[in-house]
């Protein structure tokens, strides 16, 4: 994510429009779209993003940003931060086997559940930040596969 800061200083700081929409581009290799998706969390994602902006863009030289600008960037790049990683659960879960699973459902007394007796089809979900297990839902219930 370094580099990807580097970039937008640069280009920040010579008002050169095409550099700075260069440092959001999709059209980066699988690997640089993970090394970014992996350089923070969905927890810490804003302030990583702050603090980078500030830091690269003092160290050339240029006048502080205002905060409401600084908070502009920073939510674009945080936006920016998600929609690799729904990228890359796109391309995780097409590269993969399988797409759906099935599995029988427990049985229970529970009225809404009686008629669940038979295999359902589980439809994946990912949550917000995470890459590490495949969350699957079906009616009333929630299952993690891992």
């Known amino acids: 994510m370094d580099s990807l800061f ?4 640069k280009a920040y ?7 700075l929409s260069s440092t959001i581009s999709p059209n980066l290799s699988n690997d640089q779209l993970r ?12 302030n990583v993003v702050k603090r980078r902006i500030q830091n690269y863009v003092n160290d050339l ?14 939510d674009v790049y945080a936006a920016y931060w998600k929609a690799i990683g729904e990228l890359l659960a796109t391309q995780d879960s097409s590269s993969s086997n ?18 669940l007796n038979e ?8 949550d917000r930040g995470s890459l590490h297990g495949q969350r699957y839902t079906m009616p009333g219930r929630k299952c993690s596969l891992l």
């Not at 580097?6 to 200083?9: L, R, S």
């Open 6 to 9: 580097k970039d937008f200083a």
């Open 13 to 19: 700081t010579k008002n050169d429009g095409y550099l």
């Open 35 to 46: 090394a970014i998706w992996k350089s923070c969390n969905a927890h810490d994602v804003k």
């Open 61 to 74: 030289g240029f006048d502080a940003l205002s905060s409401k600008e600084i908070q502009g960037w920073v």
């Open 98 to 115: 399988y797409n759906k699973v099935s599995t029988p459902c427990p049985t229970s007394n529970h009225p809404s559940r009686s008629s």
């Open 119 to 126: 295999q359902t089809t589980l439809t994946p979900r990912l």
